[in-house]
């Protein structure tokens, strides 16, 4: 874990030293969800790639796939990067970047969702390949465009996915599974090298590059933990994700029905934007904006803990997984609703 903390936050700090018109494009502060007044370099994610699979090069029980997910990662990576970088790549052919990156690590890393421990769906998962595949790009590809949704304010994505990946840590030890701890951990240790210099001052940002491959990795490790270990249900990796893919789905649903709007333009209603808006009390920072921003990111750590403990205790147990998913989408509702009061429509 100390070689990609090393790399990534050493590479980070080299960055945030240079100075800003080499690192940063004035466009970053333009956007209804934009916080800063000032340009802030927004690719965190590159730093942290590498970081990642440097130390990827030390994992021995990593040697025959760490080549395979670096191919598997290229696409939407770079699709973001771009992004970044140009503010000129469309969310239509990232969204195709992501398809392509869920596709090679369906083929050549079997990461695929071909059971869901209910009769038919698992019959028609496990013998038809393509509805396997449909299914993996529907899930895994709305849990990458869900983590970019999150990453937001200072801290909040790659705290949750630190807090997730630990989980999946925890579990894939007691399971002695090595590989996908050491993946985890690894993980783990290159986000932690960006954060320190993400929360709480915003020093940098991780971008879209570094949400997508954040996102397609936590969906490949988390997938795996269930495909090597047959005690583990694929609806620990839903309960697990479940506060960014509810998020998401929420998301939808308010812009469709509710509001009547293009489901693909961002907005800032999202439950952490409206945290932020109306319960962070910046009275108490001295109406400092950046850690007024940044105490809203405890607040959905806090929020994502209602799945990912009920994940870590129950991850063999289908029924309470399911039950504590819709425990935690009613509660978040409800938060929702005592916030912004609407009507539901269905």
């Not at 030293?17 to 466009?27: I, M």
């Not at 800032?268 to 808006?277: D, K, M, P």
């Amino acid at each position: 874990m100390l070689i990609p903390f090393t790399i990534t936050a050493v590479l980070t700090a080299l960055i945030i030293s240079l100075p800003k018109k080499w690192t940063a494009n004035e466009f970053d502060t333009i956007g209804m969800q934009k916080f800063h007044k000032n340009p802030v370099p927004h690719i965190g994610g590159a730093l942290l790639f590498t970081g990642f699979f440097i130390g990827l090069w030390f994992l021995p029980a990593a040697q025959e796939i760490r080549l395979l997910l670096l191919v598997a990662s290229l696409p939407v990576f770079i699709a973001g990067i771009a992004e970044d970088c140009t503010g000129k790549i469309g969310p239509t052919l990232r969204m195709i970047a992501a398809l392509l990156s869920i596709t090679i690590a369906f083929f050549y890393l079997d990461i695929g969702i071909r059971s869901l421990n209910f009769a038919w769906p698992d019959y028609l998962l496990s013998n038809f390949n393509f509805l396997s595949l449909l299914f993996t790009l529907l899930v895994v590809g709305g849990l990458i465009n869900a983590i970019n949704i999150i990453d937001g304010y200072n801290g909040l994505m790659a705290g949750y996915s630190v807090l997730a990946l630990l989980a999946i840590a925890y579990v894939s030890h007691i399971l002695g599974d090595g590989l996908v701890f050491q993946l985890s951990l690894t993980l783990t240790a290159s986000l932690a090298g960006f954060f320190v210099f993400n929360f709480p001052l915003g020093k940098i940002f991780m971008g879209d590059g570094g949400a997508y491959f954040v996102g397609l990795m936590m969906a490949v490790i988390g997938l795996m933990l269930g495909i090597r270990n047959d005690e583990v249900s694929h609806w620990f990796v839903l309960l697990l994700f479940i506060y960014p893919l509810y998020e998401t789905a929420f998301s939808i649903y308010r812009r469709k029905l509710l509001h009547k709007t293009d489901v693909s333009q961002p907005d800032a209603n999202h439950l952490h934007s409206l945290i932020y808006r109306k319960l962070i009390s910046c009275d108490r920072f001295k109406h400092n904006k950046v850690i007024c921003n940044s105490m809203t990111a405890p607040v959905m750590w806090l929020l994502s803990l209602l799945g990912i403990i009920p994940a870590v205790i129950w991850f063999n147990n289908q029924t309470m997984l399911i039950v504590w998913a819709f425990v935690f989408m009613l509660v978040y509702t409800i938060i929702y609703r005592r916030i912004v009061h609407f009507k539901f429509k269905s």
